[in-house]
């Protein structure tokens, strides 16, 4: 199956920095998303990106589809940016939808 | 979007026991329905897919029998851990799988909040 590889696995900041998190794939995926998680627990949708870039405010996402790969930038962190971010995505070969997450990253922002 | 609703958010039981989770999609028909487990500081995995009026469909390494999947209406799957042990203990997470909402062929995913089960 697909493997996806997410870096760093943790960042500290200070509040108002910015960061870069990136997202590799093994092979082609479909259905390439990036997540939030809090720290409740809740999967918060952050972008739908097979390709190109994408921008929500503070965040903005790009996807390289030819390389494989996912970049999700936060600029200007807050402290509520804390949490897990996850990309995952699925294999064009199945419409079954099914996604495949990676390992995350961990991000701290310290006010 | 998809607004996903999960109960319960929390459950504690003895070990031997048979735990229900359910999992509405609560603003839309969700012909098919995903369950993940999450331990602690780790990823989400991937249990099954649920299709409405269909066998769900398991994951290499999950148990049919162990964690039993019934998806009866296009708004509520359920998910049973059947005999319960302390090593089932997890985070359990249900999905819904949208087409469109970000346009054309577009398959997006929404989660529910996700159900912490304790076994004792």
């Known amino acids: 199956g697909i493997q996806v590889e997410q870096s760093p696995p943790d960042l500290i900041l200070q509040e108002g920095a910015n960061s870069t998190l990136r997202c590799n794939f093994s092979d082609s995926v479909n259905n390439l998303q990036w997540f939030h998680q809090n720290p409740w627990g809740q999967l918060i949708n952050l972008f739908y990106i097979p390709s190109g870039t994408k921008q929500n405010g503070r965040l903005s996402a790009t996807t390289v589809a030819t390389e494989r790969y996912s970049l999700l930038y936060i600029s200007s962190s807050q402290t509520t940016d804390s949490g897990v971010y996850f990309c995952?995505?699925?294999?064009?070969?199945?419409?079954?939808?099914?996604?495949?997450f990676g390992d995350g990253t961990t991000l701290t922002v310290k006010p | 979007g998809a607004v996903v609703s999960q109960h319960p958010s929390r459950v504690i039981c003895k070990s031997g026991t048979s735990v229900k989770i359910e999992c509405r999609s609560l603003d839309f028909q969700a012909t098919t329905m995903f369950w993940y487990r999450q331990f602690p500081k780790q990823s989400l995995m991937l249990m099954a897919t649920?299709?409405?009026?269909?066998?769900?469909?398991?994951e290499q390494g999950v148990e049919k029998d162990k964690f039993l999947i019934n998806h009866a209406s296009l708004t509520l799957s359920t998910l049973t851990v059947t005999s319960a042990h302390p090593e089932d203990s997890s985070f359990y997470i249900c999905s819904v799988g949208r087409t469109g909402t970000s346009g054309g062929s577009s398959y997006e995913q929404y989660f529910g909040p996700g159900t912490r089960l304790t076994v004792t």
């Open positions: 649920s299709n409405e009026g269909s066998k769900a469909t398991y």
């Open positions: 995952a995505g699925g294999p064009y070969n199945t419409n079954a939808g099914k996604s495949t």
